[in-house]
């Protein structure tokens, strides 16, 4: 006898996935009496539903899910991040343009801050991308007021605990000084409150301002202020299949589920309780970037392969400029003719004029 598939899933992840909240938020919503299934208020986040039924939230009705979506937003300073701001201050939300429907926010920017935020309508992508041991690196670039000693580098670098919060090591890089201010590059893992800007100004930097540039693999690129622009499919699920499954819903929709704890059980030869390390910015693989131009490549149908998406960088680190289109990107090539030969042999002593290169006639069939 054939059993049928159970679609069913927890009220919490439902609307974690429709984009109302994150799933503990919505289990305190449960709590304060917020939720209703078919009419009836839910006292318990172990509720399962299919999505059949008319769940309403603070008496609005919730759409199931709709297909995973990501977006890149410039972040001007002056916005929270946040959906409600108890002193009435601009809202990231309320900036957005309205048609794209209810987001959440990847992890936040300070009111000050500006800079790649990215966006989701989906609340189990919004928790991947948001885990340090996804290892994703959030890149920074800082305006700060003073000057940074080396010793100071190497304590960003190695770690610094700031009011007894320990912060990880960062990649910091000086970029140059403007008079009383300098121009630094800072990476960090974490993304714990307000990180760049205490351990900066606890070695003496006092930050006036704070860019963030990348988040993983997506980049600010040429975003202007205020614009925002969705990830297409295709490099969405490039970029984050290996954080999270992405699978069909009955209706043929594309929804995230979360990921087995062990990854392992999936792949051939794969040990028990052994983590597979299997997706671009985790620790010890290469950096994989998307940039505007990666991602119009993917929405005029180009190939998008790991090739054309891994970081163009040089033996310093550092992003290497791309070679103008339709030019080739120049081969540095030496001819034998241009290679110049030395004065002696290999073996034996000084070269004869006319002699050959070793003792001996060549004998036939050799090697040449």
Same mark, same amino acid.
């Given at each position: ?249 009955? *209706? #043929? ?6 990921? +087995?704890?062990?990854?392992?059980? %999936? $792949? /051939? @030869? &794969? ?75 290999? *073996? #034996? ?6 002699? +050959?290169?070793?003792?001996?006639? %060549? $004998? /036939? @069939? &050799?090697?040449?």
């Amino acid at each position: 006898m054939t059993g049928t598939a159970d679609t069913s899933e927890r009220i919490a992840k439902f609307l974690a996935r429709a984009g109302v909240a994150s799933r503990r938020e919505v289990e305190r919503m449960i709590e304060g009496g917020r939720v209703k299934v078919d009419g009836k208020t839910l006292d318990t986040p172990a509720f399962k539903v299919t999505g059949s039924e008319n769940i309403e939230v603070d008496g609005k009705r919730i759409e199931p899910p709709a297909a995973t979506k990501l977006w890149r937003y410039h972040k001007p300073d002056g916005l929270v991040t946040t959906h409600a701001d108890p002193e009435g201050r601009e809202t990231v939300f309320d900036a957005i343009p309205k048609d794209i429907g209810r987001v959440i926010s990847i992890g936040r920017l300070d009111l000050t801050s500006e800079g790649l935020l990215l966006l989701t309508n989906d609340g189990a992508l919004a928790r991947a991308l948001e885990l340090p041991s996804t290892g994703w690196t959030r890149r920074y670039r800082a305006r700060a007021f003073g000057s940074i000693s080396e010793s100071a580098l190497k304590i960003l670098r190695a770690g610094v605990t700031v009011e007894g919060i320990k912060y990880g090591p960062m990649e910091v890089e000086v970029e140059r000084e403007t008079g009383s201010n300098i121009w630094l590059e800072v990476g960090i893992r974490e993304g714990k409150n307000r990180e760049v800007r205490k351990a900066l100004d606890a070695v003496g930097l006092r930050v006036n301002r704070l860019i963030r540039i990348a988040y993983g693999p997506f980049q600010l690129g040429q975003l202007e202020k205020g614009e925002i622009k969705s990830v297409p499919s295709r490099v969405l699920h490039d970029q984050c299949g290996h954080l999270i499954d992405m699978g069909d819903t009955p *209706t #043929g929709q594309a929804i995230a589920k979360p990921r +087995p704890a062990n990854r392992a059980a %999936r $792949k /051939p @030869g &794969g040990k028990p309780g052994q983590r597979a390390m299997g997706g671009p910015g985790q620790p010890g693989l290469p950096k994989r970037e998307v940039d505007d131009s990666l991602i119009e490549d993917a929405r005029k149908g180009r190939p998008l392969d790991a090739k054309s998406t891994r970081a163009r960088r040089g033996k310093d680190g550092k992003p290497t400029a791309k070679p103008a289109a339709g030019r080739a990107a120049p081969r540095a090539t030496t001819s034998r003719s241009e290679t110049p030969r030395p004065d002696t042999p290999r *073996t #034996g002593g000084p070269r004869k004029p006319g002699g +050959p290169r070793t003792g001996g006639p %060549r $004998k /036939p @069939g &050799g090697r040449s």
